[in-house]
């Protein structure tokens, strides 16, 4: 029985990517040789790498705008501080819209003055904040995109005279936004790119010219994009199923269309909670994420007789985060809406009972 997979990362995948990922762990390319057992500097991984870079600038518009797309491991979490180690010198502006807002904070201020611009943490994180006004020159000014977590999204971006970095982990290629507002941005694979394993970062060459400290070759985004992301040896699986996936998403018509069918998904579930008299949306409603779909029961009583019914017909994946409870649906790029229908129809029999 296929099963209509809720889960916030690692996450779906359209099934396609994962039979052709596997097939390329048999056979790549005809050579009779697993892609995990060729080198990485052999010309078919060359052609994967260069193809995956080149599909992450084109599908998010910066082709010729001096961005570079790099592939790197440790996570979205080495992120947080490979940013700081590069470019913080005296102080940086971070937004805290929750949990990885923090994360990113905490690591920045080993390495210089975090100034907390804006936070929503008076609210528990279930709002994004408004109208942040940005006078002072910082180093850069750091924020989360969408709030893989609490359910919000920023939908639109502050303006700032200081380099923007986003931790874009769990919206990336989810939807038209201006990319080259951004100087330097970043996602964990498992959300919304590819398996866990790889972080694709994509920065814009004119940033690094501001790095005058020396640092080790590992946490060097300099290293990394001179050596075009094969500085070591990279995570060749994530990076081969990534290629694949942005492929995917360039063949299915490209961001535009994708964000149109997760609007669609989206309003579909949101409009349930807000219509279902078992339900309670987590977040305000201006801020509700298009990838996230945070929500609680107004009883939470009957949380075992929900949770039946989403098992009964095979929906999984739907607990909210440990930190905040409650329900989380992730309908990342691969989600289908017949999955998201599925849920909503639990949903409407739920209250039916
Ligand atoms: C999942 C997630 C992370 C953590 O990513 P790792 O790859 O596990 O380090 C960071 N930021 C956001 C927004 C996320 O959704």
Not at 53 to 77: D, H, P, R, V, W
């Amino acid at each position: 029985m296929k099963k209509h997979n809720f889960s916030a990362g690692p996450s779906v995948l359209p099934k396609e990517v994962i039979e052709d990922a596997s097939k390329a762990v048999i056979n790549l390319n005809n050579n009779n040789l697993s892609l995990l057992e060729i080198s990485h500097r052999s010309k078919d991984f060359i052609s994967i790498m260069d193809e995956a870079c080149s599909l992450a600038i084109e599908l998010t518009g910066l082709k010729n705008n001096g961005y570079k797309a790099i592939f790197l491991q440790g996570g979205a979490s080495l992120q947080f501080l490979m940013v700081a180690y590069n470019f913080l010198k005296a102080k940086a502006g971070y937004i805290n819209t929750g949990t990885w807002s923090e994360k990113a904070i905490k690591e920045a201020k080993l390495f210089g003055e975090v100034i907390e611009i804006a936070s929503s943490k008076d609210q528990n994180f279930n709002y994004i904040p408004k109208e942040i006004k940005i006078v002072d020159k910082y180093d850069y000014i750091h924020l989360t995109t969408n709030n893989t977590i609490f359910g919000t999204q920023f939908h639109n971006f502050p303006d700032t005279n200081s380099s923007l970095i986003a931790d874009m982990s769990s919206d990336i290629f989810s939807r038209v936004i201006d990319y080259s507002k951004f100087d330097l941005f970043y996602a964990g694979a498992q959300k919304n790119t590819g398996p866990a394993g790889t972080t694709l970062v994509i920065v814009k060459e004119s940033l690094l010219s501001e790095i005058n400290k020396n640092i080790p070759s590992m946490l060097s985004y300099k290293v990394h994009i001179d050596k075009e992301s094969m500085f070591n040896t990279p995570p060749v699986f994530p990076i081969y199923t990534a290629m694949l996936n942005l492929r995917w998403i360039k063949k299915n018509g490209g961001i535009q269309n994708i964000e149109n069918k997760n609007r669609e998904k989206a309003n579909l579930i949101y409009n349930e909670i807000d219509n279902n008299s078992k339900f309670i949306g987590f977040v305000e409603k201006d801020d509700r994420s298009f990838m996230n779909v945070t929500f609680n029961l107004i009883d939470s009583e009957e949380k075992d007789i929900f949770d039946k019914i989403c098992e009964e017909n095979n929906v999984v994946g739907i607990n909210g985060h440990r930190s905040v409870g409650g329900y989380r649906a992730s309908i990342y790029n691969a989600m289908t809406l017949e999955s998201v229908e599925v849920l909503v129809d639990c949903m409407k029999k739920f209250e039916k009972l």
